[in-house]
């Protein structure tokens, strides 16, 4: 069963991916910010959900993001922080006034959420293998 979680999430992190090239496309800045962060949070989930670890909070998948990847250096500290600067980046998007993001800035990220992914979906594919193998 965790496997078809896993996989489901990692779907899901492509979806939200195109979303967000969608919405950059047509000028949806604030959308696009909001749908970079779900795809980067979809693969975060699947890839802690590797290890069988699971929360219910954003605040809780990207802590054990941070202890179980990004601090044994399993993820890299250049994607740790970009993930969680997304989380921040969407946050204000979503809840504050007044807040500006250029289309450079959100092209940007666009590029780094793919290099993310790509990079995570590795380390998830590795983890998957080797497990099949023990």
Request: glycine share 4%; no cysteine; proline share 1%.
């Given at each position: 069963?965790?496997?078809?979680?896993?996989?489901?999430?990692?779907?899901?992190?492509?979806?939200?991916?195109?979303?967000?090239?969608?919405?950059?496309?047509?000028?949806?800045?604030?959308?696009?910010?909001?749908?970079?962060?779900?795809?980067?949070?979809?693969?975060?989930?699947?890839?802690?959900?590797?290890?069988?670890?699971?929360?219910?909070?954003?605040?809780?998948?990207?802590?054990?993001?941070?202890?179980?990847?990004v601090?044994?250096?399993?993820?890299?500290?250049?994607?740790?922080?970009?993930?969680?600067?997304?989380?921040?980046?969407?946050?204000r998007?979503d809840?504050?006034?007044?807040?500006?993001?250029?289309?450079?800035?959100?092209?940007?990220?666009?590029?780094?959420?793919?290099?993310?992914?790509?990079?995570?979906?590795?380390?998830?594919?590795?983890?998957?293998?080797?497990?099949?193998?023990?």
């Amino acid at each position: 069963m965790r496997e078809e979680i896993i996989r489901y999430r990692r779907e899901r992190a492509g979806e939200a991916l195109e979303e967000a090239e969608i919405m950059y496309n047509n000028g949806k800045l604030f959308a696009a910010v909001n749908r970079i962060y779900y795809a980067t949070f979809y693969e975060v989930f699947a890839l802690i959900l590797t290890k069988g670890l699971s929360s219910s909070k954003h605040s809780g998948v990207r802590s054990l993001f941070n202890k179980e990847f990004v601090k044994p250096k399993i993820v890299s500290e250049k994607h740790g922080d970009f993930f969680n600067k997304m989380f921040e980046f969407r946050q204000r998007a979503d809840y504050e006034d007044f807040v500006e993001f250029s289309k450079e800035q959100i092209k940007g990220w666009l590029d780094m959420a793919k290099d993310f992914i790509n990079s995570v979906e590795q380390i998830i594919e590795k983890i998957v293998e080797d497990k099949k193998q023990s």
